[in-house]
């Protein structure tokens, strides 16, 4: 946990994550984390695009689903 | 025109005898005013106050529009009087041709009269809407008037309205043009004291929309003075508009012509944002309504921008022409006409009428425009660019809420037939779990407690990128129906209040999968529901609605006793609970141990050994703990220390001890530096030894594996901290240790051995299940570890939290594949453990 803290923090979250543009803070930002309404728009458009992805199980071909920490692995 | 003027009195209104025909009419028409000002002017309050300075304005900046002036000033006095005076022709003095007074008495006191309705005399006037300076007259309190004309002065005072005596000639002058100052009476109006910005904004723009009109104001209340003059015209106001902006060109374009005595004028530039800034004037009147000079270059501006783009193939990608109004985002323009006979409508008469000016600029600005972005086709690519991705975005947006808007009015006859509602009809009662997948769906749908918990399977399709995996994303069918379900709706439809559960539980598997679609629901809802992770109440206090679920991933049972843990860290915790009840640790040099002290010197080994895990990814942790444990490594002996060559010895020794089997090579590489070798006598391209590093090799499953000890390794981060562990739980004693338990007398080889030994003489006896997924239990199951609200525990989701999942996201999304694989495989781990 420790590595993707600092790693998230190398980050700043003040950009926009449709167009990287500076972002105010959300107190005085209705469409925050977004720069703007329109900007959000965008994102909401490219959820529904199917644009947002992140990594799934295994192809069938790998039978073994890989264990992530394997030295955890209790004793049975 | 004959400046001496004596035959015919005006007349004094009171005085019966010379009360004649003339002055009646002068009298209803300028009592009207004074009966009703509302009708002549916007009202008595502020506006109408500043509308009579911009009358009186108007008459002079006519004159320069006619060419005869080129200064108008303004000072306001500080008995709340205010005086205009331009360089003009001055206003006509002596007997008028057809009424039997004075031609200034007649401009002053009768309404809709002056130059303006004669085309002859202002081809173009900005004049408002022919009122005129008699309205003026008849709302003040008293207003002087001076006419610089043929090298006279003439003068005439007027009460309300009234003259209060015949047009003088005050002696010769060197000047020309008109002076009027007035005092607004306060027995009609509510508001008479002038406001220096407002005015100052009118003269500003006054001064861009005529290019070389040099107007002065002049507050003597406070001294502040303002000198307004622009040659570039209202492509100067487009520039100041633009102040601070990120601009797509440099320079404005501008576009110019005149046609049968009518003027178009046309600056425009887009900046990089999102407003659409665009100011109509005709004959300098700022047509806050607009009318058919407008539209008329909104539709030249839309066509040209499709045309070009068309040809230039801008639109392909976007399949489908942009719209107007994606053609004018960020756009910042101002469009001026002046026609004669202007005429305007409206509240504020800020609506031109004229329908030829439609057709006029239409056709204008269309021409100058196709050949503007034929002659600038690099201007002319940035902005079908900037429109394109207008569009783009415009069309997804559509689409996204055009397929949420399709799931229907939110009543419940139109729900989302996969969600399986609960019957409790106050939100603040109720809770929707949101569950990955149709099996672990159905499972809490059996399980759950139907009056107040209402579940939703959400599938996440998968799709095959690559051979080796697939990707998931969460189905755009999903996405509408949890939002339906959830009952806000989204954007600007959206309303808090609207929120059908008061908590919304995210149920996903307690695996590397499920995390990751976890963190893309958390994206989703910190992006597009932000209030639904936080809120502020009414009292200032934050509301939070998001949760995770907690699903176990082990149960231990024994029997009919069964325990329910929720991760790895639980187990092990468990397990050495349970185990040193019983068991006696010796250690080599140290008292027998048991009981709370051995547990938690155990629990610090456990500690160690999941770092060691965790620098796994990137370095053997055989070999770190071998260096660790059987060596006295740093990284200041890698900076050539004599001891180097004995830890590396040991390091070696500690190897073949621990893993017999294996083959091993170990290596020490000194690397080379720039650098001088004897201090203070630099040689160019000399080196220098540098650090050591050891490389060892170490057989693992039949094929070697690497790794490198070196400096940034020994003095970083993990290091120090395995080593700082290693200290603390050292009380253990040196190897062997030898374990009584349950299970008998063991001699453990090592620290990591004996806490195994230790788990493992504890679960005897116990059934240890992990669990894969969700649907591995069984309602009940569910129900008892997960979604009883007396026995469950869950994780009230914060903005905070979100935000490092969102960046999470942002990674694991990220285009570049190579840096996604490592991040991935980099904190695999670290995304199962995410405690959020």
Known sequence: ?76 | MEPQQEKHNSGTLASGPEYSAESIKVLEGLEAVRKRPHMYIRGVGTEGLHHLVYEVVDNAVDEALAGHASTVEMTIHTNGSLSVQDDGRGIPVGPHPTESMDTLDVVMTKLHSGGKFDQGSYKVSGGLHGVGVSCVNALSEYLEVEVYRNGKLYQQRYECGVPTGKVVQAGPTSLRGTKVTFKPDATVLEATEFNFDILSNRMRELAFLNPGLHITMRDERTGKSHDFKYEGGIVAYVELLNTNKTLIFPQPISVRGELNGSEVHVALQWNDGFDEKVFSFANNINTVDGGPHLIGFKSALTRTVIKYGEASNAWKEIKESPSGEDIREGLTCVVSVKIPGAQFEGNLKGKLVNTEAKTLVEQMVGDKLSSYWEENPAIAKRVMLKVADAARARIAARKARETVRRKGALDSASLPGKLADCQERDPSKCELYIVEGDSAGGSAKQGRDRRTQAILPLRGKILNVEKARFDRMLASESIATMITAIGTGIHDEFAIDKLRYHKIILMTDADVDGSHIRTLLLTFFYRQMHDVIAHTLADGALKHHLYIAQPPLYRVSKGKKELYLKDDAALDAHLLTLGTETAVVRGQGVEKLSGEKLKGLLDIVLQYRRLLGRVDKRHDSRVVDAALSGTLLDAQMLKGSDALPAQVTALTDALKKAHPNETLVVLVVQDTVPGASVPGQSVPGARVPGASKILVSLGHDGAMRDTQLDEAFLAGKDFSELKRLQKEFSGLGKAPYELTSAAGVHDAQNPIELVDMVKKAASKGFEIQRYKGLGEMNPEQLWETTMDPARRTLLEVHADDVAEAELMFTTLMGDAVEPRRDFIEKHALDVTNLDI
Do not use: I
Request: glycine fraction near 4%; proline fraction near 13%; aromatic fraction near 6%.
């Open chain 1, 1 to 76: 946990m420790t590595d993707l803290r600092s790693d998230l923090h190398l980050a700043s979250m003040t950009h926009c994550p449709s167009c990287k543009s500076e972002v105010k803070p959300r107190v005085e930002n209705a469409a925050f984390p977004f720069c703007t309404e329109r900007c959000r728009a965008v994102d909401l458009g490219r959820w529904f695009l199917g644009a947002y992805r992140v990594p799934g199980p295994p192809a069938p071909s790998d039978e073994q689903r890989p264990e992530p920490d394997e030295a955890d692995e209790p004793e049975r």
